[in-house]
C-alpha cells in the first residue's frame, strides 16, 4: 500500500504535463521579471538616477562621475597601466562606459589607450593582467 | 619636418647590455642621417610580458622619442623588423596631442591668472565694505 503510493507520488511530480502541481515547482518564467528588473537590466531601473522622488522603484543609482573630468586628467597615455588597468575587467575586456561612468570623448581616448598598450604587451588581449 | 613621434620596442630578455647599445646606436645614426633629431632614449627595463610573444614571457622594454618626418619612421621601423631581438614595436605620433595638452594647460593658466586678479580686487572691497558698515 504505502509501495504502492510512493511511486504514484513521486511519478506525478516529475511528469511535467500534470496539471496539478504545487506553486513551487512552477519554472521560474514568472519569476524572472521580477528578478531580472533589478539586475539583468541596469538601464531600466538604474533610470531612477534621474527621478527625483520614489516613483515605484525604492532604489537608484548614484550619479556616476566621469573620473577623468573630476580629477582634470588629460593625457591618457598607453604606457600608464595601472590607470587604463582600472577600467579594464578580469577578463581583460575594456569595461563599457554605462559602468565606469566615463564621458564619450574620454572613454575614447582611454579605448585607445588600452589597445595600443594590448599591442606593446603591456595589457592582455584576454584573461587575468599579470 | 617637425612630427614627434614614440617608438616603443620590445627586445627579447636574452640579450646582452652592449648588444642593445648597439642596436640603439644604430637607429640613432639612422635618424640623424635622414634629418631628424633623437629627443630621448629611455631604457624601461625587463618587464614581465601581458602574453607570450614568440615564446618568450619577459622583455626589455626600450622608448625612443625622435623627431622627424613620417619617411624616417617607415625607415626606423623597416630595421626593426629585420632585428632578430626586436620582437615587438610600437610607434605613437604625439605633437598632436602635445599641442592639445599644452593648450589647455595655457587655457588653465591663463584662467588661473585672471582668477587671480579680480580676487584681490574683490578682497579689498570686502575688506573695506565690512569696516565701512562696522
Known amino acids: 500500500m504505502a509501495?504502492?503510493?510512493?511511486?504514484?507520488?513521486?511519478?506525478?511530480?516529475?511528469?511535467?504535463?500534470?496539471?496539478?502541481?504545487?506553486?513551487?515547482d512552477r519554472p521560474d518564467r514568472g519569476e524572472r521579471p521580477d528578478r531580472g528588473g533589478r539586475s539583468f537590466r541596469p538601464g531600466g531601473p538604474g533610470g531612477g538616477r534621474g527621478?527625483?522622488?520614489p516613483g515605484g522603484r525604492k532604489y537608484f543609482r548614484r550619479k556616476k562621475v566621469c573620473k577623468f573630468c573630476v580629477e582634470k586628467?588629460?593625457?591618457?597615455?598607453?604606457?600608464?597601466?595601472?590607470?587604463?588597468?582600472?577600467?579594464?575587467?578580469?577578463?581583460?575586456k575594456i569595461v563599457p562606459r554605462r559602468l565606469t561612468g566615463v564621458c564619450t570623448p574620454h572613454q575614447r581616448r582611454l579605448s585607445t589607450a588600452i589597445k595600443q598598450a594590448r599591442n606593446i604587451a603591456l595589457l592582455p588581449f584576454a584573461g587575468r593582467a599579470s | 619636418m617637425n612630427r614627434t613621434?614614440?617608438?616603443?620596442?620590445?627586445?627579447?630578455?636574452?640579450?646582452?647590455?652592449?648588444?642593445?647599445?648597439?642596436?640603439?646606436?644604430t637607429l640613432e645614426t639612422a635618424v640623424t642621417s635622414t634629418g631628424g633629431q633623437?629627443?630621448?632614449?629611455?631604457?624601461?627595463?625587463?618587464?614581465?610580458l601581458a602574453y607570450m610573444v614568440r615564446r618568450f614571457r619577459d622583455g626589455i622594454y626600450v622608448l625612443l622619442t625622435v623627431e622627424g618626418s613620417?619617411?624616417?619612421?617607415?625607415?626606423?621601423?623597416?630595421?626593426?623588423?629585420?632585428?632578430?631581438?626586436?620582437?615587438?614595436?610600437?610607434?605613437v605620433?604625439?605633437?598632436?596631442?602635445?599641442?592639445r595638452l599644452d593648450k589647455i594647460k595655457?587655457?588653465?593658466?591663463?584662467?588661473?591668472?585672471?582668477?587671480?586678479?579680480?580676487?584681490a580686487v574683490a578682497g579689498e572691497a570686502a575688506g573695506e565694505t565690512p569696516a565701512a558698515t562696522a
Not at chain 1, 510512493?6 to 511528469?15: R, W, Y
Not at chain 1, 586628467?73 to 581583460?92: C, W
Request: glycine letters at 6%; zero cysteines; hydrophobic letters at 35%.
Open chain 1, 3 to 24: 509501495d504502492e503510493n510512493a511511486p504514484t507520488a513521486t511519478a506525478s511530480a516529475e511528469i511535467p504535463s500534470r496539471p496539478e502541481r504545487p506553486a513551487g
Open chain 1, 73 to 92: 586628467i588629460e593625457a591618457i597615455n598607453y604606457k600608464d597601466i595601472r590607470l587604463l588597468a582600472q577600467f579594464v575587467a578580469e577578463s581583460g
Open chain 2, 38 to 48: 633623437v629627443k630621448s632614449v629611455e631604457r624601461m627595463g625587463k618587464r614581465h
Open chain 2, 106 to 119: 595655457a587655457i588653465r593658466d591663463a584662467r588661473r591668472k585672471t582668477s587671480a586678479a579680480p580676487a
Open chain 2, 70 to 91: 613620417g619617411g624616417l619612421i617607415h625607415e626606423l621601423e623597416r630595421r626593426l623588423r629585420v632585428t632578430e631581438p626586436v620582437i615587438k614595436f610600437l610607434t
Open chain 2, 5 to 25: 613621434y614614440e617608438l616603443m620596442f620590445i627586445v627579447r630578455p636574452d640579450m646582452a647590455e652592449e648588444d642593445q647599445d648597439k642596436l640603439i646606436s
Open chain 2, 93 to 99: 605620433r604625439i605633437d598632436e596631442e602635445q599641442k
Open chain 1, 51 to 53: 527621478e527625483g522622488g
